[in-house]
């Protein structure tokens, strides 16, 4: 079975993404785990090259990097890469430390090419020392280049909010933050309707909205959702076969869940028992109690370790799990 595309506002983002690069305009793409952002940033780069066949991408990663050492000596790794091997040598004896982010404009222009540099997980940034430094040393070297163009794009989008659209912050005039966001619910519908479908199978309408209600629309594990109960199903899908392949999911992912829970102290735990029982008033003293967190200071430590390692993410005063699945099994883990 193939897998689920959300495809209308995807392909709209994407070509709106490419034409922009193609002006020379840099470009901000975020979105929550799971959302297929890395395969869209791959199809942009793929679709760039074969409209402008001059254009040469270089793919950078800050997963595991967390210093401005770390981040210039993958940078010109990569950057390196698009050079022939004798420019290689010459080039680095060329250029110090302090002239490294010049060295993409620098190719561009000798090859007569354009680079497209992506560069992942860019919401790693805010955690370098002298973040704010850091950012003003980009701003002023980025803005200086030329034939070059830069495609920033991580998962962690309320950092990368605050990074980029936060008035005052260095590269807040870099431009817009696109939004990877949720298919459309019924164009989500008629999708899990026509994969069953084109291959001889049906569900019924309550299955469905099973389905959408079981994720959250979240787009990974609505697709594996799918594809559970696609091959359970012989002939029409109904609302028990997506209730036990739901619990198969659930099992699938409980090893990784557990390694998860694994690596929290118990007050983490305790706080995450709160949020998902009672957020409301989580710093009274009743729910200081209950919950055995402490003090209200202690809270805010907790809430600040989680969110560093993105399991939660923060809107107003409502707080949010950035896995859905981890969620429904954490309420079963907790009974």
């Known amino acids: ?54 254009f040469h991408i270089c793919f950078i990663s800050l997963r595991n990097v967390f210093s401005k050492s770390d981040f210039l000596k993958l940078f010109t790794d990569k950057v390196l890469q698009i050079a022939s091997p004798k420019e290689v040598k010459l080039l680095r004896k060329r250029f110090s430390k302090d002239d490294l982010f010049k060295l993409p404009s620098h190719l561009a222009n000798r090859k007569k090419i354009k680079i497209l540099i992506c560069i992942g997980e860019i919401q790693n940034i805010a955690r370098f020392e002298n973040p704010l430094q850091f950012q003003k040393e980009l701003r002023i070297l980025w803005k200086e280049q030329k034939n070059c163009v830069y495609l920033f794009h991580g998962n962690n989008w309320h950092t990368i909010w605050d990074i980029f659209q936060t008035p005052g912050k260095p590269l807040s005039p870099f ?44 787009p990974y594990y609505t697709d594996l959702l799918i594809n559970l109960s696609w091959w359970r199903t012989a002939f029409v899908c109904d609302e028990q076969i997506v209730k036990e392949s739901f619990e198969a999911l659930l099992h699938q992912f409980n090893y990784h869940f557990l390694h998860i829970t ?28 209950k919950y055995k967190l402490g003090s209200s200071s202690n809270v805010t430590r907790i809430k600040k370790s989680l969110k560093k390692r993105e399991m939660i993410w923060f809107f107003g005063k409502e707080v949010y799990f950035t896995d859905p699945l981890f969620r429904i099994w954490l309420t079963d883990f907790f009974g």
């Open 1 to 54: 079975m193939n897998t689920i595309k959300y495809s209308t506002g995807h392909t709209l983002l994407r070509d709106q993404i490419i034409a922009k690069l193609s002006s020379d305009q840099n470009v901000i793409l975020a979105a929550p785990r799971g959302y297929g952002r890395r395969s869209m940033v791959h199809e942009i780069a793929f679709r760039l090259t074969e409209k402008e066949s001059n």
């Open 175 to 218: 431009g817009r933050v696109n939004i990877l966001k949720m298919p459309k619910l019924d164009q989500l519908e008629s999708t899990i309707k026509r994969q069953f479908f084109d291959t001889g199978k049906r569900i019924t309408p309550k299955a469905i909205r099973q389905i959408i209600t079981s994720t959250d629309q979240h």
């Open 262 to 289: 694994d690596q929290l102290t118990w007050k983490q735990l305790h706080y995450l028992k709160a949020v998902l029982e009672n957020f409301e008033g989580i710093c009274s003293a009743q729910n200081l109690e």
